[in-house]
């Protein structure tokens, strides 16, 4: 029986179980601008790259997403956060990425910044789209054609901001 899922902050421990879906999310070249043939090694020193926060969603001892928070820029550009996120397919439509982000808002909140922006959602992605605006995010810029998806070609790439 599935249990409650909570979100934790990650450890190196989850690697793996983290790597068996963003890897493929990358693989699949329609949600992040990253080389499709990225290694798994390589996806993992992304994910958990220096200056990441990594969390992840679990239920019970399955992970079912995982979002990494950090500044979005430095400098005088740091106070605004920016976040990815990643969930498992087995588990999509359990509201696994709406509770990332919820989390993620309030991570920010507690570590001082005072918005968050997604610098490069891929328009075509329609689903986080849509649920980044249901979560408050505004679209407030469009790079037309500017990423090159598989199977829909050019598309736009979006800037999404909110305040916190």
């Known amino acids: 029986m599935k249990g409650e899922v909570t979100i934790r902050?990650?450890?190196?421990?989850?690697?793996a179980a983290i790597a068996a879906?963003?890897?493929?999310?990358?693989r699949e070249g329609r949600a992040y601008a990253l080389d499709r043939d990225m290694s798994e090694a390589d996806?993992?020193?992304?994910?958990?790259?220096?200056?990441?926060?990594?969390?992840?969603?679990?239920?019970g001892d399955c992970i079912l997403g995982s979002y990494?928070?950090?500044?979005?820029?430095?400098?005088?550009g740091a106070h605004v956060a920016n976040a990815g996120y990643a969930t498992d397919p087995a588990a999509r439509g359990r509201g696994i990425a709406a509770a990332m982000c919820a989390h993620s808002l309030e991570q920010a909140r507690v570590l001082g910044f005072r918005a968050m922006q997604f610098n490069f959602v891929i328009a075509s992605n329609v689903?986080?789209?849509h649920l980044w605006q249901r979560m408050g995010f505004a679209i407030v810029g469009r790079l037309p054609g500017a990423f090159d998806?598989?199977?829909a070609g050019a598309v736009d790439a979006l800037v999404m901001y909110r305040a916190l």
């Open 9 to 15: 902050r990650a450890t190196a421990g989850d690697a």
């Open 21 to 26: 879906f963003v890897v493929p999310v990358i």
């Open 43 to 59: 996806a993992i020193a992304y994910w958990f790259a220096p200056g990441k926060q990594v969390f992840v969603a679990h239920d």
């Open 68 to 76: 990494y928070l950090r500044a979005n820029q430095g400098g005088g």
């Open 127 to 129: 689903a986080a789209v």
């Open 149 to 151: 998806d598989p199977v």
